[in-house]
């Protein structure tokens, strides 16, 4: 009752007073706001200009230890505990950024390297890569020496099968993480500071075996032993499949297959995260509660449902473990573990509040992961899901066949699941698969009913040498998914490119939705028309005219018909990033052909690119007042004009070049990096 007067009481006492009242029709829904806030904070830090200095992370500090002290002396904190959480994630994510600080190599090197096989994967261009850890490298003292590193194997190899604990020796080229190929773009640089990356490269010689393994990393031994049985049971593409979403390695995967997944929106079916931990847990659960209730009198004296939860959660630990323990696997484990311990604790287990447990939970540990695609995409996913079970739970569908039901549960779930996760897709991956519901109601089902199942056989059986019963009842099912994928694929009109939205839409994007699920009352209708602004946002984005490579070797002007290259070949990843984030469907060889203009210019400023041989005195011949020229020749640019070799683009990294009110506006990758830690 008290509640219900609130809002008459102060309507006319102004329109200030009545914030009070409307936050008060929230209260039961306001801690599902504490891990939005706290993304906020996140986000705050890593769009700061510079690192924070110590003076300003103490008053940081300061501040929310008198927030938390001054908020029990508060008879209504929501504002200070908004604040504290605000603060709290900013904190959290210096904290985080500060704590796997590694050195990284300031320079390029080239010479003998020595480390520890930790991880196995492939390169964008399908060749074997090995992480490194215990580093040594020539004369570099070991305080400086980066603690991983990451090395892509060309050339002739197969002298060593590179495996976990190996400890191998080779000559290679490393050189410090490179960061956006253009100004705003995927920070590599920030993703390798938290991964402990602190260099990269590449080697066209072969690993040589320095040590077998010894008694470190079992886990990883046993999974990647894991992987090469399953590969080995079933040798085709199938069994690639399998490793991948039993163990994580997807080191087998050929990249055509994998394409094709993409395309028919079935690539998060490798990715064990949300949907792979939920149906392992839920058919353990599952199993355990029926398989426990058959026994006679067994469900009068035991708490089944608790066993069986708990049963599900040592399942999933185990799960989490074998898959690699990478984020995305820790965050769906954790959502998991939020719902099986609300059963435990007799609680609901699938609310909106058990998401956001799970959310701070991962943010708390994890800050990075607020910018990564598989954070924002399950997140968006459950909670969509959730959202709209919860509304439509008070539905009698109890006169429907429970045939229908089922198919209708199935639909719903991957038409709101697909659009829910949509958006974020197109931003990161620049492509809207067309057909990508029909695929997965089509490959979906097989998941929970036969290959999880199946997995979970194959798993109770391997002791007994009888595991291949469990793969060979998954097989099937794997080369009907792999089947759907290749026709969805190849059908016409099956996927569409999108250009690169604006720094703005997403976070926008993203607090529209959160909006219309959290907020209670009319103003909720807010969040869609935020939604609506950000689309529209997208939709008027502008590409930049001229790109430059942070080598200086590549550059892209755009034209009438895509965006023009300069070479064929060389600075691959720079270039088909440029055309992604374009929308462009054309790859570099492509793109290379398109007409150059004749004289190439931004808003009457000219630009000069200079490579090849006699590179540095052409350069210095072109240095004229009023000129752009860009080299990959290491040279002093003494002249009038506005010169850029690549000593100065690796300080500052990649360029775009747009047309400003006064000429050519140059804006670098620094510009909007700013000075961070990943940066120096």
């Known amino acids: ?188 640089q920030r993703m390798a500071w938290f991964k402990g990356l602190g260099a990269v490269g590449y080697t066209r010689t072969p690993v040589l075996a320095l040590a077998p393994p010894g008694r470190g990393l079992p886990v990883t031994r046993a999974r990647m032993a894991i992987s090469a049985a399953v590969q080995e049971a079933l040798p085709d593409r199938r069994g690639a499949f399998a490793a991948a979403i039993l163990t994580g390695d997807r080191s087998g995967m050929d990249p055509a297959t994998l394409d094709a997944l993409r395309a028919a929106n079935l690539a998060h079916l490798l990715a064990i995260s949300g949907l792979h931990m939920g149906l392992l847990t839920g058919f353990v659960f599952g199993a355990l509660r029926w398989g426990l209730a058959v026994v006679p009198g067994l469900a009068l004296r035991w708490p089944l449902k608790k066993i069986a939860a708990l049963g599900a959660l040592i399942a999933g630990a185990v799960y989490l473990a074998l898959s690699g323990g990478n984020v995305a696997t820790e965050r769906a484990y954790i959502m998991a573990a939020v719902v099986l311990v609300a059963v435990l604790l007799d609680r609901r287990a699938l609310t909106l509040r058990a998401v956001a447990l799970a959310a701070l939970i991962v943010l708390l540990l994890r800050p990075e992961a607020l910018v990564s695609p598989g954070f924002q995409m399950s997140f968006a996913a459950t909670t969509a899901l959730i959202a709209v079970f919860g509304a439509t739970r008070g539905l009698d569908v109890s006169g429907i066949p429970w045939i229908l039901r089922a198919l209708g549960t199935v639909l719903i779930s991957s038409a709101v699941a697909g659009l829910a996760t949509a958006p974020f897709a197109a931003a990161h991956f620049n492509q809207v698969p067309h057909y990508g519901l029909l695929a997965n109601l089509l490959s979906v089902p097989l998941m929970g009913m036969v290959i999880i199942p199946a997995a979970v056989l194959a798993a109770v059986l391997a002791p007994l040498g009888l595991g291949w019963i469990g793969l060979g009842v998954m097989a099937p099912a794997i080369g009907w998914i792999l089947n759907v994928a290749d026709r969805v694929a190849a059908a016409p009109g099956a996927v569409s490119q999108v250009v690169a939205p604006g720094p703005l839409v997403l976070p926008l994007l993203t607090l529209g939705g ?167």
Not at 560 to 568: C, E, F, H, V
């Open 1 to 188: 009752m008290r509640q219900a007067t609130v809002p008459s009481r102060l309507s006319g006492q102004g329109p200030g007073l009545a914030l009070p009242a409307l936050l008060a029709a929230q209260r039961g829904r306001l801690f599902l706001w504490v891990p939005v806030l706290f993304g906020v904070g996140i986000g705050l830090y890593f769009g700061l200009p510079r690192e924070p200095s110590i003076t300003e992370w103490g008053g940081l500090a300061t501040l929310l230890a008198g927030l938390l002290i001054g908020r029990r002396m508060i008879p209504d904190p929501v504002f200070p505990t908004a604040i504290l959480c605000l603060c709290a994630g900013l904190g959290a994510a210096g904290l985080r950024a500060h704590a796997v600080a590694e050195p990284v190599l300031a320079f390029r090197y080239y010479g003998p390297i020595e480390g520890r096989i930790v991880v196995i994967d492939r390169s964008a261009s399908n060749k074997v890569r090995l992480t490194l850890d215990r580093v040594v490298l020539e004369r570099m003292a070991p305080a400086r020496t980066p603690s991983r590193v990451r090395v892509s194997l060309h050339g002739i190899q197969g002298f060593v099968d590179p495996a976990p604990g190996l400890t191998v020796i080779l000559t290679g080229h490393l050189g410090p993480p490179e960061g956006p190929v253009e100004p705003g773009g995927f920070d590599f």
């Open 514 to 680: 959160l909006w219309l699920v959290l907020w209670q009352g009319r103003a909720r209708w807010a969040g869609p028309i935020a939604m609506a602004m950000a689309l529209g946002l997208w939709t008027g984005v502008e590409r930049p005219l001229l790109l430059v490579a942070p080598s200086g070797g590549l550059i892209g002007v755009l034209t009438n018909d895509g965006r023009a290259l300069s070479k064929p070949r060389g600075d691959g990843f720079a270039a088909r990033t440029w055309l992604e984030n374009d929308g462009d469907p054309a790859d570099q060889t492509e793109a290379a052909e398109r007409r150059w203009p004749d004289l190439l210019t931004v808003a009457g400023t000219p630009v000069r690119h200079v490579t090849g041989r006699e590179a540095a005195d052409r350069a210095r011949n072109l240095c004229r007042p009023g000129t752009i020229v860009i080299t990959t020749a290491d040279v002093e640019f003494v002249g009038p004009c506005d010169g850029y070799a690549p000593s100065r683009l690796r300080e500052i990294g990649a360029l775009a070049i747009t047309p400003g009110p006064d000429g050519a506006s140059i804006t670098s990758a620094q510009d909007l990096t700013g000075d961070r830690l990943w940066r120096r």
